[in-house]
């Protein structure tokens, strides 16, 4: 809480506190705090031993006036001239002070900002890591929250997801994030009023960051379409949030407590899907016309696993030997992102396409 007196010194406190975001109480505390070292030093300056009760004097501080006391219980021990030593052997303890308090009181506001979006602009790399200039603080974006193929470039403005506060050698950092699901999501609340209002909610959604984005969507308010609205009017919306992320696919579905229906709208773009579920093993198997196949699957059977993911359904495409061998070698040929175009080859022997959400990851290291 701010002083209230008229004072020139108050007036110089309430300033400092505000500079620094602290309360002026934690101002005073650190003067009161410097003020005692100051007292231990000048005691040692002037060849004067130091009190067995040194620990329990007290320093206090008149907030209206600044004059500083230093007490052993009531009793009023303050050296003659002391307002001005104090003042020049205090400084460098209550500057640390400060820093401290300050450095306290952004960790705080940063720490109830978790999982939500911030922007700041690069400011350094040092190996593999950037730090982010916040403003008021220094982020971090470490090597396994930065996304594949993406270039960051000195004083770069970006948005990042704040993902964590973690604590390290240096002291608590702020942990950043480009490649997290949640970054969409939070783009998408930033970029969409339904979801802002709550009427549209992401329900589900998986990545792999750099490539393509899949989540799906529901609406709580009847007359609301959740897939146009996060799309927006000619695509305004999610090209404003492909435009962030470095032109990553992103597709948009409709999501349904059924789990056939949910399943067939995630494994769009194919259509003419059916899914026949297995409850007791919590599979799908799913079929779909020769022409949809390469479609369904994806480049290196991105969109098939993406669809698992989505879901938390093992899924089992029924394709060709043809189309199968076709998805090996797409899986085998590195950095590939772009999903397949349609595919009429002969038909042959049926061979079962498989993915699930345990093989994902397996799935993505061999591409």
Same mark, same amino acid.
Do not use: C
């Given at each position: 809480?701010?002083?209230?007196?008229?004072?020139?010194?108050?007036?110089?406190?309430?300033?400092?506190?505000? !500079?620094?975001?602290?309360?002026?109480?934690?101002?005073?505390?650190?003067?009161?705090?410097?003020?005692?070292?100051?007292?231990?030093?000048?005691?040692?300056?002037?060849?004067? @031993?130091?009190?067995?009760?040194?620990?329990?004097?007290?320093?206090?501080?008149?907030?209206?006036?600044?004059? %500083?006391?230093?007490?052993?219980?009531? $009793?009023?021990?303050?050296?003659?001239?002391?307002?001005? /030593?104090?003042?020049?052997?205090?400084?460098?303890?209550?500057?640390?002070?400060?820093?401290?308090?300050?450095?306290?009181? /952004?960790?705080?506001?940063? #720490?109830?900002?978790?999982?939500?979006?911030?922007?700041?602009?690069?400011?350094?790399?040092?190996?593999?890591?950037?730090?982010?200039?916040?403003?008021?603080?220094?982020?971090?974006?470490?090597?396994?929250?930065?996304?594949?193929?993406?270039?960051?470039?000195?004083?770069?403005?970006?948005?990042?997801?704040?993902?964590?506060?973690?604590?390290?050698?240096?002291? @608590?950092?702020?942990?950043?994030?480009?490649?997290?699901?949640?970054? $969409?999501?939070?783009?998408?609340? %930033?970029?969409?009023?339904? %979801?802002?209002?709550?009427?549209?909610?992401?329900?589900? /959604?998986?990545?792999?960051?750099?490539?393509?984005?899949?989540?799906?969507?529901?609406?709580?308010?009847?007359?609301?379409?959740?897939?146009?609205?996060?799309?927006?009017?000619?695509?305004?919306?999610?090209?404003?949030?492909? #435009? !962030?992320?470095?032109?990553?696919? $992103?597709?948009?579905?409709?999501?349904? !407590?059924?789990?056939?229906?949910?399943?067939?709208?995630?494994?769009?773009?194919?259509?003419?899907?059916?899914?026949?579920?297995?409850?007791?093993?919590?599979?799908?198997?799913?079929?779909?016309? !020769?022409?949809?196949?390469?479609?369904?699957?994806?480049?290196?059977?991105?969109?098939?696993?993406?669809?698992?993911?989505?879901?938390?359904?093992?899924?089992? %495409?029924?394709?060709?030997?043809?189309?199968?061998?076709?998805?090996?070698?797409?899986?085998?040929?590195?950095?590939?992102?772009?999903?397949?175009? @349609?595919?009429?080859?002969?038909?042959?022997?049926?061979? @079962?396409?498989?993915?699930?959400?345990?093989?994902?990851?397996?799935?993505?290291?061999?591409?």
């Amino acid at each position: 809480m701010p002083i209230q007196a008229r004072t020139e010194f108050a007036a110089a406190l309430n300033q400092i506190a505000s !500079e620094k975001g602290v309360d002026v109480s934690v101002v005073i505390d650190a003067i009161e705090n410097a003020a005692l070292a100051a007292y231990r030093k000048d005691l040692s300056l002037r060849n004067e @031993p130091i009190p067995e009760d040194f620990e329990e004097l007290t320093s206090k501080i008149n907030p209206s006036t600044g004059e %500083i006391g230093i007490f052993r219980g009531a $009793i009023n021990i303050t050296p003659p001239g002391f307002a001005r /030593i104090a003042a020049q052997t205090a400084k460098q303890v209550i500057t640390q002070r400060l820093h401290e308090a300050e450095k306290g009181a /952004i960790l705080d506001e940063f #720490n109830q900002k978790v999982g939500t979006i911030t922007s700041g602009s690069i400011q350094r790399q040092e190996g593999n890591t950037y730090f982010i200039d916040l403003g008021r603080a220094e982020g971090i974006l470490p090597p396994s929250e930065q996304t594949r193929g993406e270039v960051y470039l000195q004083n770069q403005r970006m948005k990042f997801l704040i993902k964590e506060i973690r604590e390290e050698g240096r002291g @608590p950092s702020v942990i950043l994030s480009r490649s997290d699901p949640a970054l $969409i999501t939070g783009l998408f609340a %930033i970029e969409v009023p339904e %979801i802002q209002s709550g009427s549209v909610e992401i329900k589900a /959604i998986a990545r792999e960051a750099g490539g393509r984005t899949k989540l799906a969507a529901i609406s709580t308010q009847d007359g609301v379409d959740p897939v146009g609205s996060l799309v927006g009017q000619k695509g305004v919306r999610v090209q404003a949030v492909i #435009n !962030e992320i470095g032109e990553e696919k $992103i597709d948009i579905v409709s999501f349904s !407590e059924d789990p056939a229906r949910f399943i067939a709208s995630a494994l769009s773009p194919a259509k003419d899907v059916e899914v026949i579920l297995n409850e007791a093993e919590h599979t799908a198997r799913v079929s779909i016309p !020769e022409a949809q196949l390469s479609l369904a699957i994806g480049k290196g059977g991105q969109n098939v696993r993406l669809a698992a993911k989505l879901t938390g359904w093992k899924i089992d %495409i029924v394709g060709t030997e043809a189309e199968a061998k076709k998805l090996t070698d797409e899986a085998e040929a590195a950095g590939a992102d772009k999903e397949a175009e @349609p595919n009429e080859e002969s038909k042959v022997e049926e061979t @079962p396409v498989v993915a699930d959400t345990d093989q994902a990851a397996s799935d993505k290291n061999k591409e």
